[in-house]
């Protein structure tokens, strides 16, 4: 009975160990803190088209559809990147809505690059001020969102995407 | 008649003076604010610098809205709230008072009752 009571603080000094053992190795990076959005509900959006302004894109407009949203510019070199992928995103699951938000951009430069570039997204918004970018949560280009049909953050993920991500973290929510 | 007049060019220009004084009062009152306030707040992407002290692009931003929210009137508890919610509690330098943190904080002194009681324990056993 003795022993039982000595091993006990060792057992959850192990515990502990294990624990922060898993965290450690889990790859995480701790200067990329995970989104406070994550499970929560998509942030109250309105946002213009970039080709037409009269043409408006709000929360509800997203509601029982699985969105992808992502935020670029065209002064942003990481977006360039994983620009091509979205393309691919976008042949593979057609049910996917892609939902580009142009941040602090000039139109002019915007529809340039998505002119020589391509456009893979079924609406671009503008966020010209970068407010719709703050109720995201977003702090550096380029940020991606993956939105399920309940309205809610199930994925996110800053910086540009690659082959792997979509593969491992982004297709398996699909 | 005259000096009518000039008196009340006088309160024009004291009630002008007392108005102004009071907008340039306020304004380095709340830039005094936004101060104290973006000093606790960390820049996501710098290295360790917070929002006062940093020119990024992103703490622009903060600066603004936390600019914009304390002259809308917003407390600054609210602020911290309304960033925290979207940038998670990583954007303060001073943690939460929450359960989370008050279970982590206190933690090592919970271990270290557990361990004195077990140390007793085992030294009143020993004595028998």
């Known amino acids: 009975m003795s022993r039982i009571f000595i091993l006990t603080p060792l057992i959850v000094l192990l515990i502990i160990c294990i624990f922060s053992l898993t965290y450690l190795l889990s790859g995480k ?31 509800k407009d997203i509601k029982n559809k699985k969105t992808l949203i992502n935020f670029f510019a065209s002064w942003c070199s990481p977006c360039k990147i994983e620009h091509p992928l979205f393309f691919e995103i976008r042949k593979k699951h057609p049910e996917l ?23 893979p997204y079924h609406f671009v918004g503008v966020d010209s001020d970068g407010l719709i970018a703050l109720e995201f949560g977003v702090f550096g280009l ?20 690659t082959k792997d991500i979509l593969k491992n973290e982004i297709e398996p929510l699909l | ?15 002008s003076f007392i108005f102004f004084a009071f907008t340039i009062f306020a304004n380095e009152n709340i830039d005094e ?6 000093l606790e707040l960390r820049c996501m992407t710098c290295q360790n610098q917070s929002i006062y002290d940093s020119d990024a692009e992103f703490s622009n931003d903060i600066k603004k809205i936390v600019k914009q929210k304390l002259q809308e009137g ?32 206190s933690f090592p002194f919970i271990l270290l009752i557990i361990g004195l009681f077990f ?10």
Do not use: C, Q
């Open chain 1, 97 to 119: 809505y892609l939902l580009g938000f142009n941040h602090k951009d000039p139109t002019a430069d915007a529809k340039k690059y998505l002119e020589n570039d391509g456009n």
């Open chain 2, 119 to 128: 140390v007793l324990i085992k030294s009143k056993g020993n004595k028998v």
């Open chain 2, 74 to 105: 917003e407390s600054e508890r609210n602020i911290k709230k309304f960033l925290v919610e979207r940038y998670g509690e990583y954007i303060l330098f001073r943690p939460l008072m929450n359960y989370n943190n008050i279970f982590l904080w």
């Open chain 1, 29 to 59: 990076d701790p200067n990329k803190p995970p989104s406070a959005l994550l499970n929560k509900d998509v942030p109250i959006f309105e946002s213009s088209s970039l080709y037409n302004l009269k043409d408006v894109i709000k929360t």
């Open chain 2, 33 to 38: 604010r936004v101060k104290n306030l973006t």
């Open chain 2, 1 to 15: 008649m005259k000096s009518n007049h000039f008196f009340k060019i006088l309160n024009i220009g004291i009630l």
């Open chain 1, 142 to 161: 380029p940020e991606t969102y993956l939105i399920n049909e309940d309205g809610k953050i199930i994925f996110k993920f800053m910086g540009p995407i």
